[in-house]
T-cell receptor, first 116, second 112 residues
């Protein structure tokens, strides 16, 4: 199978601090990972595509300096929400693609961020 | 680019009722079609998929048939259970595409 782990599953932080969320592929190597944001009762909004060893590709309207993505290894991508504010509170979900020639994705369980 | 239209929810059904969640899509080329399910407080899980016209994906009693002529991929289940309560997302994706295009999701609530 293919398993993706996200950590932490939930985090509460103060406004102005930075928060790092990890996405790990546990039993496969993922050259590509995706980060999504989901608002209550809404669909997933793709934030960025994370490629191992290169810079992430951000979707239009997503601030790359606000949402820092690092994909340093084939099994780990991180999303850092910098100088978080209450409007950044959301459910963040990552997914990973096993292999190159596939469009089947495995999703993490999500990380709920609450900024006070 | 790809786009998806899903029926608006929430859909509320009694246990053992028949379920249909409509999904139509627009896409360039010949996409694969997916249904993902999101249980409360969790990430998405692949429910089923179909990779070419007339293919039927099935899993856990759910079925969906790839209808190229109507560009649809409607999700059906003959007898829903309370445990099926979740949000269901339809998504087309080209084989070599980097990303899925998700519909808005349809929330299903099954009651006893």
């Amino acid at each position: 199978g293919a398993v993706v782990s996200q950590h932490p599953s939930w985090v509460i932080c103060k406004s102005g601090t930075s928060v790092k969320i990890e996405c790990r592929s546990l039993d496969f190597q993922a050259t590509t990972m995706f980060w999504y944001r989901q608002f209550p009762k809404q669909s997933l909004m793709l934030m960025a595509t994370s490629n191992e060893g290169s810079k992430a590709t951000y979707e239009q309207g997503v601030e790359k300096d606000k949402f820092l993505i690092n994909h340093a290894s084939l099994t780990l991508s991180t999303l850092t929400v910098t100088s978080a504010h209450p409007e950044d509170s959301s459910f963040y979900i990552c997914s990973a693609r096993k292999g190159v020639n596939t469009n089947v994705l495995t999703f993490g369980a999500g990380s709920r961020l609450t900024v006070l | 680019g790809n786009s998806v239209t899903q029926m608006e929810g929430p859909v509320t059904l009694s246990e053992e009722a028949f379920l249909t969640i409509n999904c139509t899509y627009t896409a360039t080329g010949y996409p694969s079609l997916f249904w993902y399910v999101q249980y409360p407080g969790e990430g998405l899980q692949l429910l089923l998929k179909a990779t070419k016209a007339d293919d039927k994906g099935s899993n856990k009693g759910f079925e969906a048939t790839y209808r190229k002529e109507t560009t649809s991929f409607h999700l059906e289940k003959g007898s829903v259970q309370v445990s099926d309560s979740a949000v269901y997302f339809c998504a087309p994706s080209l084989r070599t595409a980097s990303k899925l295009t998700f519909g808005t999701g349809t929330r299903l609530q099954v009651t006893l």
